[in-house]
């Protein structure tokens, strides 16, 4: 790094950061992300307590998911950027090794095939751990490489999105395969992609579309139908997003209150502890709460960006990026899909959906952040 | 340009560029959500009074509360419609873990055939939402019930759901006059209150249960409810309970009922008798009966083309729907026709020869008797039964004086207050045979309309009605069955003007000759007159379902059963103070005063002689005869 970028930092970050330097660095924790991450964990098992029905064994099964997720994220943390830059590539191997095995062998649940088991020890979706080594990889390869990324780059690139995508969209989990591929198209993005071949590549996905559809199951292509005219199957594939607009524009400006939402209640909304579960905060918080909720993502997506910036290197700048914009897919997918504005895709809500390794994930990923943010270099390489 | 640079990479530059993609992108962040909250915003405050709705009509179910059918009771409290619990299969498919495993197990616990899978699968579709039950069989025996109960836990989603259904006791004796109820088909349908039969699958389709549809009904409640998806009620918001329907006391006597019944023995034929006084009908009988129960919860096609199949006709109830010709019967009316219009004299006597012609005319009108009564006044006429007295009376009357006069006494009209699909017979005029057929009224016809025969047709009601009217000596009475409505008693309206004579000794004269019938040495039934213990008035008569040509005699023997002459006998007693009047009518069964007059006289006995045990007797056997069939 040149001695002016740094001297400019240095001064950005003025006087308050040097006096508590000594305390959160050391620990390698940002405590804005952390404050920001705990106050929306919070916040989700408010919300999670009253979509599953008053269950508090739910709400404490999510708090030891959390407290497992949260633990991933300060192990995480600790590790250098360097550490993560070496294992970008046998970790991107790994996950890989680990589709092509649920490929061949996995265990089918709850219609898809996306769970590898390990007997007696674990049930561990590959996919998931795909969604960080694919920016980590990405971010890798361009790591030494001028920037911005030529079309050599760019194909090599393109190759190792695009094996890892087809495989977990074959599961068929189309949610998931869609967020690692948007996690490698971010990297690129920010990579400094020029804007004709962003252009290019935009044409080529929009032409591509129509074999997309060609590929997609039948119930993949049910749901866009019914995204696009719920009512044709009101009581089938509409019934969902019927159920869950009609939760949230029955919540109104201020809400129902908290476990008075009649719509999550008594359960006519379906998933409501899960990839619905907005829809409870809609009905039972109304137009305030969701306002609340999205200023506290935006906060954390913001929080994300900064961290990027003041990344010391490239790997540190493209995976921070890729994982803060990926973690705000997630909410405009969900968010979207369950108002109505986007199909089906099973996507949670990030940190507040009922589930556990989307959590772990997701707060992994927060971690490679932190480390990102905490291990500075006094002297650039 | 740059790429000659290959592997010198600019940190600078990538830097400014990643700032500015990073500006971008929180741009294109704060515009996304920008998105989300202007879709929200169209939720949550623009539509929201539209999914306020919606979520409420969601949780907010009304439940109709049916109203429970009325009682129909006879004149003595005796039960003749009830009300009996049965028990539904019903199905929440979602509930069910796998439908067709279910539906295969459900047939084989209940014994049922194989093809049964297939209807309970279409069944279980058949409704409005999900989570709610749908009704795959009604009326489960307890041996059913029992079974499914050992096996519940093999069946989640699977319910027994007890169920009012309408149950007849007496069914095959009261099927015509009560009536049945079914279900409410798609033509009712259109027709009725949908509130108010919302909860309601059964409404009132022939006999009273149709003619009182409205009272036995009552008004259906309402329960305003809320449920979770799963359809399972939660708590109650508000409620109007049901006003049941109001309980009916016929003015049927089910002991007389029953007795008229065994007496017809299976024959084919009818029996009403009503009170002459107030217009009770105490019976009104048609046999053969039918197990209208059968009706009430969708009768079988095999049941149902059986019954149509039937020569004997049971669903067809003679009382009211079948129109014979009243023969003999009306010849005290056609007397007092006579008398009023000034054409005969109490004692002016006809020469009968055996035969009767038209002035002008050859052709012979045969006496039943055939070699003739000799000379006969009014009284012998009626007694004897002389036809020839009758040609020449209806001739001299002509056929307009004698109809508009019959009129009186309610032939060829429907005279009744709430019997429900009475016929009105027929009562020919010179004025209808223009209009029906086109033709002119001939004389000869004249001839027949006046013993009984030709156009004339009459429905046993109308037979007991007309003699209800003689026994009041011209005081109208409506026939009705309803005695109480709810504890109120019935006043039908006078629906005829009674019938004054100038001289009311007639009645006297024409009754007297009714009395002879059955006590005079020439009377036609005075077999069955024997030992009278009151005083009883009868008329036979012998309906010709064939008609006879010219010189041809009558002979049974020769012709099939189903053209044997009808059998007719009305009477009244006492005659000082009628209590009963009656009409009886077996087909094909013959001569009237041999084989109604005899089935006439038990039932006058029965009912106006205090130490006849007949009744009971007829209530007991049948009684027992029911036990026998459960067995």
């Keep these: ?381 | 340009m740059r790429k000659r640079r290959e592997t010198l990479k600019d940190t600078e530059q990538e830097v400014r560029v990643f700032r500015n993609r990073s500006l971008l992108a929180a741009l294109v962040v704060v515009l996304m959500t920008g998105g989300l909250v202007t879709r929200l915003v169209y939720l949550q405050v623009v539509q929201h009074d539209i999914y306020i709705t919606r979520s409420d009509k969601n949780r907010v179910r009304v439940e109709p509360l049916p109203p429970t059918r009325g009682l129909l009771l006879d004149r003595n409290g005796m039960l003749l419609a009830e009300n009996r619990p049965t028990y539904n299969l019903t199905i929440v498919p979602e509930r069910v873990g796998d439908l067709e495993e279910t539906l295969q197990l459900l047939v084989d616990i209940l014994e049922l055939p194989e093809d049964q899978v297939a209807v309970f699968k279409e069944r279980s579709r058949q409704r409005q939402r999900p989570f709610q039950p749908a009704l795959l069989m009604s009326e489960l025996n307890e041996k059913q019930i029992a079974q499914l109960a050992i096996n519940r836990f093999r069946l989640p989603g699977i319910e027994v759901e007890a169920q009012l259904l309408r149950y007849y006791p007496d069914t095959d004796i009261m099927s015509h006059v009560v009536g049945y109820v079914g279900r409410i088909n798609a033509e009712e349908l259109a027709n009725l209150d949908k509130g108010d039969y919302a909860g309601t699958h059964f409404i009132g389709k022939t006999g009273v249960e149709k003619e009182y549809e409205a009272v036995l009904h009552g008004e259906a409640g309402l329960r305003k409810v809320e449920t979770n998806a799963r359809g399972r009620v939660l708590r109650e918001l508000g409620r109007t309970d049901p006003s049941p329907g109001k309980d009916i006391v016929l003015s049927i006597d089910k002991r007389l009922q029953k007795l008229a019944y065994q007496l017809l023995d299976g024959r084919r034929g009818s029996i009403v008798a009503i009170q002459p006084k107030t217009g009770e009908i105490l019976a009104m009988v048609s046999s053969p009966g039918f197990n209208s129960n059968l009706f009430v919860t969708g009768i079988s096609y095999q049941d149902y083309r059986g019954l149509q199949n039937d020569p004997d006709l049971p669903l067809y109830n003679r009382s009211i729907r079948g129109q014979y010709p009243p023969a003999s019967t009306v010849k005290p009316y056609v007397a007092l026709a006579g008398l009023e219009n000034g054409v005969t004299t109490p004692t002016k006597t006809v020469y009968d020869p055996g035969f009767y012609k038209l002035p002008g005319f050859d052709r012979r009108y045969h006496n039943w008797l055939r070699w003739g009564h000799g000379r006969v006044d009014m009284r012998r006429a009626i007694v004897v039964s002389n036809d020839t007295y009758f040609y020449n009376l209806a001739h001299d009357l002509g056929i307009d004086r004698l109809a508009s006069f019959m009129n009186r006494f309610g032939f060829g009209e429907e005279t009744s207050y709430d019997v429900y699909g009475a016929a009105s017979g027929l009562m020919p005029s010179s004025e209808w045979k223009r209009e029906r057929h086109g033709q002119v009224w001939f004389p000869g016809e004249t001839l027949s309309v006046g013993i009984g025969q030709g156009y004339w047709l009459a429905t046993p009601l109308q037979m007991a009605t007309a003699m209800s009217v003689l026994a009041n000596r011209g005081e109208w009475v409506t026939p009705h069955l309803a005695k109480q409505i709810d504890g109120e008693a019935v006043k039908p309206p006078k629906l005829k003007e009674d019938i004054e004579l100038s001289n009311e000794q007639w009645w006297n004269l024409v009754n007297g000759a009714l009395e002879d019938v059955m006590t005079g040495s020439e009377g036609t039934a005075r077999r069955s007159g024997q030992n009278l213990a009151y005083r009883m008035a009868g008329k036979s008569g012998t309906a010709q379902v064939f008609t006879l040509s010219n010189d041809e005699r009558y002979n049974a023997a020769e012709l099939e059963e189903r053209l044997h002459d009808h059998a007719l006998f009305t009477a009244f007693a006492p005659i000082e103070d009628p209590k009963i009047a009656l009409a009886v009518i077996i087909e094909n069964a013959g001569g009237g005063s041999s084989h109604a007059a005899p089935l006439a006289r038990q039932l006058l006995d029965a009912w106006l002689l205090p130490h006849d045990e007949s009744l009971e007797a007829a209530a007991e056997a049948t009684e027992e005869h029911e036990i026998h069939e459960t067995e």
């Design chain 1, 1 to 381: 790094m040149k001695p002016n970028e740094s001297a400019l930092l240095q001064a950005s970050r003025g006087r308050a950061m040097k006096r508590r330097r000594s305390v959160w660095e050391r620990i390698h924790i940002d405590p804005w992300l952390l404050g920001l991450l705990l106050v929306l964990l919070v916040s989700g098992l408010v919300v999670l307590y009253s979509a599953s029905g008053q269950n508090l064994a739910v709400v404490e099964g999510q708090m030891m998911r959390f407290g497992v997720a949260l633990s991933a994220m300060v192990i995480l943390a600790q590790l250098s950027p360097t550490t993560l830059y070496r294992w970008s590539l046998p970790l991107y191997l790994a996950g890989l090794a680990m589709l092509i095995a649920v490929e061949i062998m996995g265990d089918i649940g709850m219609g898809a095939q996306r769970w590898l088991v390990i007997p007696g020890v674990v049930r561990f979706q590959p996919s998931e751990l795909m969604k960080l080594a694919m920016p980590m990889m990405i971010a890798a390869y361009l790591h030494r490489r001028p920037l911005p990324p030529g079309l050599k780059d760019i194909l090599v690139c393109g190759i190792i999105l695009a094996v890892p995508v087809v495989l977990i969209a074959k599961q068929p989990d189309l949610g998931t395969s869609l967020l690692v591929a948007s996690a490698a198209i971010f990297v690129l993005l920010m990579a400094g992609l020029s804007w004709r071949l962003i252009g290019f590549l935009a044409l080529l996905a929009a032409a591509a579309l129509p074999l997309l559809w060609l590929n997609m199951h039948t119930y993949q292509r049910q749901r866009v139908l019914t995204f696009l005219n719920p009512e044709s199957d009101p009581l089938g594939a509409g019934w969902n997003i019927i159920q869950s607009t009609t939760a949230i524009g029955s919540g109104g400006i201020s809400g129902k209150g908290w476990t008075q939402g009649t719509q999550s209640q008594l359960e006519f909304l379906p998933e409501r502890h899960t990839d619905f579960i907005v829809a409870v905060l809609g009905e039972e918080f109304g137009l305030i709460g969701m306002l609340l909720i999205l200023i506290l993502y935006l906060m954390i997506v913001m929080r994300g960006l900064i961290i990027a910036n003041r990344a010391q290197d490239t790997y540190g700048r493209l995976v921070a990026g890729s994982i803060t914009l990926t973690f705000f897919i997630y909410l405009f997918v969900n968010v979207g899909m369950v108002s109505g504005i986007l199909p089906v895709v099973g996507v949670p809500l990030p940190l507040v959906s009922f589930g556990g390794t989307s959590s772990v994930t997701l707060l992994a990923g927060f971690g490679i952040l932190m480390s990102i943010h905490s291990h500075r270099r006094l002297l650039p390489r």
